[in-house]
């Protein structure tokens, strides 16, 4: 009983004293250099962005799971329709592209959605099943009567430099919240077919809607260019180029030390740590607040005991859809920000290992079920993703030193670079070993 009242009385001081010694790491991280840290602060603020994105897409998956215990496995795809937002707003509009086909291109999806509709109707009035495919039927010629001349005139457009429909030429941050709209709209879709059924089928049909998701993104050319990618997506923020030409910058960064080159490195990755701290923190106050309302209450009874809140006269079922639409809302724009700061859409770059695997780790190594607990875990875990990349090889080449040179340690130092793979698997183990709820338990 003592040492139940011991734990109880230290765990206020818990999160701040992870969160002390992550800051701790990052200073480590800018300041020291040797073999375990850069000492570089370009280097130290990379890792916080990333991880800060990071952080705002394990909300989302804690908002889903640990608000209402529903399992998530296409975080990727979700992550890349919100990732398309910013090619589609803030890119400037393709020249003769939307003359070639975008007129006939809208009306190819609103046929499609009119169809949908209607085969609704059909079905609701009637109850033919064999009514409801005929509507279907002729609706998918109309549709790929419409669609497939669009999309090969627009393609044709200048194929060598876009081929795509290009975008709005609106305000890069706009792209954020309609990434999160993309991701929502993708969610009620998913969650209108799979939330009626068991957990282990929403979790089959969420991993088979991701890689459909990714699979258009490379496919499609029209919309993305597809695996030939987009570059050069706007910036809210400076460019390093022109604050390495602008004179007081050059005198204010000799004034602190640093030459012109690092110190806009440096600037720019502020400024970009600026606005995601306060996207983060916005979204935790959000989420803080609901998670304390009557509504986050009857979100965490449904979660523990989904027959009791059903007898209760809670709509279960509609209960998860808005919690599942919030939380891939909060991954979309988590997407949007992530294509955003890298200035660059690869669909081939969206790897379910990464983006949907990962993201489970921070979530459960940061405390399912706690906002500030899954900030944690996901700054933490992608700072020892990014760092197992060089600690790995390091420890290897320690490790097989003393051994004579062949086959045997040629293969271990070859296989160095998967170290970071072994390093998520271990620190999953030794959480859910030594504590399972996570570093910063729900309370």
Known sequence: MSSNRQASAASPWRAPILFAALAVLFLLEGTVRNGLFSGSWNTALAILNMGLISAITALGVNMQWGYAGL????????????????????????????????????????????????????????????????????????????????????????????GNIGGLG????????????????????????????????????????????????????????????????????????????NPA??????????????????????????LFLVVLLGIILLAELALKSPWGRMMRAIRDNETAAEAMGKDVTARH????????????IAGAMMITLDGLMAPNSYNPLRYTFLIWVMVIVGGSGNNWGSVLGAVLIWFLWIKAEVWGPNLIGALVGPLP????????????????FIAMGLVLLLVLRFAPRGLVPER
């Open 71 to 162: 399992f998530n496995t296409g975080v990727v795809g979700f992550l890349a329709i919100g990732g398309l937002a910013p090619v589609l707003v803030s890119l400037p509009p393709v020249q003769g592209a939307w003359d070639a086909g975008g007129p006939r291109l809208i009306g190819a999806l609103l046929a499609g959605l009119g169809t949908l509709a209607l085969a609704k109707i059909v079905y609701t009035r009637t109850g033919r099943i064999w009514a409801m495919a005929l509507v279907l039927l002729a609706g998918l010629v109309a549709y790929r009567w419409l669609f497939d001349p669009a999309v090969l005139a627009i393609e044709a457009n200048d194929s060598a430099r876009t």
């Open 170 to 245: 609106l305000p890069v941050l706009l792209s954020w919240i309609v990434g999160g709209a993309f991701a929502a709209a993708a969610a009620w879709g998913v969650g209108k077919v799979a939330l009626g059924l068991r957990s282990d089928y929403l979790a089959i049909a969420t991993l088979g809607i991701g890689e459909i998701i990714v699979a258009v993104l490379r496919n499609e050319n029209w919309l993305a260019r597809g695996v030939m990618n987009v570059t050069s997506i706007p910036r809210p923020v400076p460019y390093e180029i022109d604050l390495q030409q």
């Open 249 to 274: 910058f050059v005198d204010f960064a000799a004034r602190w030390g640093f030459g012109a080159a690092e110190a806009s490195g440096i600037w720019v990755k502020l400024c970009y740590m600026s």
């Open 321 to 332: 859809l808005q919690i599942f639409v919030l939380g891939s809302a909060v991954i979309g």
């Open 405 to 420: 040179e062949g086959d045997i340690k040629a293969h271990l130092l070859g296989s160095a670079p998967h170290m970071r």
